[in-house]
Antibody, heavy 120, light 110 residues
Framework: EVQLLESGGGLVQPGGSLRLSCAAS????????MSWVRQAPGKGLEWVSG????????YYAGSVKGRFTISRDNSKNTLYLQMNSLRGEDTAVYFC?????????????WGQGTLVTVSS | QSALTQPASVSGSPGQSITISCTGT?????????VSWYQQHPGKAPKLMIY???NRPSGVSHRFSGSKSGNTASLTISGLQAEDEADYYC??????????FGGGTMLTVL
């Protein structure tokens, strides 16, 4: 069974940093691009970042470019999102998702999400 | 990159059909076949319903279908059922090599 399990969320002060992880199982991790998608409380979905299967290509939404860094460790089947200079508007549930059909195409499956709260 | 435009809400009675639109530009929806749709129930992770405009994954009901005309993609749900009540989101690849979501549509089954 394909599974994605996020971790690393929590409460952080504005300007602080946090690293999210997404542990993957049940599929050949290196064969798939991955993405992070977030959802602020009561709001819609927002694509945050993506990375190719080998890790050589990365993509970012304008709202996080220069502050967030996506990476992956294919030996550990784990996806990461390093978040720096966090702002209140970064408060959201962060989902990781496997990308199918290329580096930036459809998401299936999704993890259950991890909550990041940016507040003093 | 602006979000794709979806109606905030739609509603229908059991057994009826509804269509949710997703309007973008020639730089996203209109320019690529990479539009997908997701269903999200409260407190749950999104679920893939349609990929690449009009393809339905295995396990998704045949009542769900997708299409595209110009810069607008559409999700149609036929034979509405109570379990279809959820939020629905479209997403498209863009010419800026990023992805953009629609604002989401809340479907109410009356």
């Amino acid at each position: 069974e394909v599974q994605l399990l996020e971790s690393g969320g929590g409460l952080v002060q504005p300007g602080g940093s946090l690293r999210l992880s997404c542990a993957a199982s049940g599929f050949t991790f290196t064969s798939y691009a991955m993405s992070w998608v977030r959802q602020a409380p009561g709001k819609g979905l927002e694509w945050v970042s993506g990375i190719s299967g080998g890790g050589g290509s990365t993509y970012y939404a304008g709202s996080v470019k220069g502050r967030f860094t996506i990476s992956r460790d294919n030996s550990k089947n784990t996806l990461y999102l390093q978040m720096n200079s966090l702002r209140g508007e970064d408060t959201a549930v962060y989902f990781c998702a496997r990308v199918n059909g290329g580096n930036l195409n459809w998401f299936d499956p999704w993890g259950q999400g991890t909550l990041v709260t940016v507040s003093s | 990159q602006s979000a794709l435009t979806q109606p905030a809400s739609v509603s229908g009675s059991p057994g009826q059909s509804i269509t949710i639109s997703c309007t973008g530009t020639s730089s996203d929806v209109g320019g690529y076949h990479y539009v997908s749709w997701y269903q999200q129930h409260p407190g749950k992770a999104p679920k893939l319903m349609i990929y690449e405009v009009n393809n339905r994954p295995s396990g998704v009901s045949h009542r769900f279908s997708g299409s595209k005309s110009g810069n607008t993609a559409s999700l149609t749900i036929s034979g509405l059922q109570a379990e279809d009540e959820a939020d629905y989101y479209c997403v498209s690849y863009t010419s800026s090599s990023i992805l953009v979501f629609g604002g989401g549509t809340m479907l109410t089954v009356l």
